[in-house]
């Protein structure tokens, strides 16, 4: 799995992580929630684009590809589950890269 955020000050993050490597909470969120909800939302033409978040999920049943542009107001602009639900696994996949960044501790399982 991987995920590209990218915003207006030309920051690109590239993260990879393996399955093997992920706590079986973000595993079983994949799993159930995200499988099935490929696709690109918001828009990338309103407003400044500020972020844009890119999933690249490869399983066994084929692979997904999941684009966000502006999650935050995305999320207040929406009711969608599936806005809610892409942002619940990036928030979690955020704070597994930030807790294995260098000179941080091991992440939280």
């Known amino acids: 799995m991987t995920g590209s955020p990218r915003?207006?000050?030309?920051?690109?993050?590239?993260?990879?992580?393996?399955?093997?490597?992920?706590?079986?909470?973000?595993?079983?969120?994949?799993?159930?929630?995200?499988?099935?909800?490929?696709?690109?939302?918001?828009?990338?033409q309103a407003g400044d684009l500020i972020q844009c978040d890119e999933l690249h999920i490869e399983h066994d049943q084929g692979d997904v590809e999941i684009v966000v542009y502006n999650r935050a107001i995305l999320l207040f602009t929406t009711d969608s589950e599936a806005v809610r639900r892409i942002h619940q696994v990036c928030c979690r996949l955020d704070d597994i890269a930030a807790a294995t960044a260098p000179g941080t501790s091991v992440p939280p399982s």
């Open 7 to 44: 915003n207006l000050l030309s920051l690109s993050t590239t993260i990879t992580f393996e399955t093997a490597d992920l706590p079986e909470d973000v595993v079983a969120l994949v799993d159930a929630h995200l499988l099935d909800l490929g696709g690109t939302y918001g828009d990338p």
